[in-house]
């Protein structure tokens, strides 16, 4: 039977691509225009050329935003992977630990990021604070708006308090997704604990973590409401993280040209990261 | 506030037109001056269009994509070719407006290079 070449189901794509296109597409384009412009707002724009991205890629400020900004993911890749593993392996196999587990875990995920920014900032403040007020009379000099490693402490403790049940749920299911044929396996080889995690239960887990990490890379390389809620960046610049050090130069300076220049710097890094993840899922996919 | 005003296109502004309303003519489009077009950028727009539309006769011509296992022992298409050679261009571009600085088309020939022996090899 000869089937008919019909092409129209292309027509189901428009509104896809005009909702990309008015979401994606247009603004990345406008701050392409703007990266290479200068402007005093009324549309006025003088064409600078390279300028704007010279000057970013040789400035002391963005370097000590980009720096923090990996710190940060990495510090809170190192904790909340590894946290969330060892949560997923304690956590009930059946029964019903399961259900409570699970909706405990799924709580922080659906605090809106705002609130919780909010939240942790009343929550750490020194003088009325539960965790502030509490650090303090334990004898720890403890001022998250002062002292940048206190403001540091409480951004980590912040994130990984949101975001480990991310993990611990994909880790769990990952877990739940091994027949038990391998673990009678092991016990009949008289494997030790660690040998069965080692062996069986991280290899298996390997694809749902991958995703674990990229999902909290993704999202910790771009966080912004959190630190702006808890610290706005501060004290000084000290939490000043990529997108909040973006935002006070596009809104607060109005500096456009040089903040569409940083944000498509910032563009190519959380590209390549995904580009690499993405080989890295698909290198797990066909091993399966 | 700040975009209701509109002037006509960002191309003819020079410093000293700063501030200065200009008479409206036949080709400007009002409801995109505030996306700043110049034709340095819509050029470079212009060819990655052409890139992909380029991509797609290809791909009609020799379906598949041609996969293979390439040097990096990734399994590339030539999307993923495209792919690669677009994103290398843009940190060779910022490399060396970062690390030398003037005449930044050698950098652009390195590129195409660099794409070459991307869609060659990798």
Partial sequence: MNKTVNQKAWFFVIPVFVLVAFNAIIPLMTVVNYAFQETFGNNVFMWEGTRWFKQILLSERFHAALGRQILFTLIILFIQIPLGIFIALTMPKEGIGVSVCLVLMSMPLLIPWNVVGAMWNIFALPDIGFLGHSLNALGFDYNFTQQSGDAWFTTVLMDVWHWTSLVVLLSYAGLRSIQPAYYQAAEIDGASRWSVFRHIELPKMKKVLTIAILLRFMDSFMIYTEPFVLTGGGPGNATAFLSIDLVKMALGQFDLGPAAAMSLIYFFIVLTVCWVFYNLMMKNEGQS | ?122
Wanted: hydrophobic share 55%; aromatic share 20%; with cysteine.
């Fill in chain 2, 1 to 122: 506030m700040i975009f209701t005003k509109l002037y006509a296109a960002a191309e003819t502004n020079t410093w000293g037109s700063v501030g200065k309303a200009k008479e409206k003519g036949f080709f400007d489009f009002e409801f995109i001056t505030w996306m700043a077009w110049t034709w340095q950028t819509a050029a470079f727009f212009i060819f990655i269009a052409c890139c992909l539309i380029a991509m797609t006769i290809w791909e009609k011509k020799k379906p598949g994509g041609s996969p293979r296992k390439g040097i990096l022992g990734l399994d590339t298409t030539r999307g993923d070719r495209l792919f690669v050679s677009l994103l290398s261009a843009a940190y060779i571009h910022l490399g060396w407006l970062g690390l030398i600085g003037p005449m930044l088309w050698i950098a652009t020939i390195i590129s195409f290079i660099f794409a070459f022996f991307v869609f060659r090899y990798v």
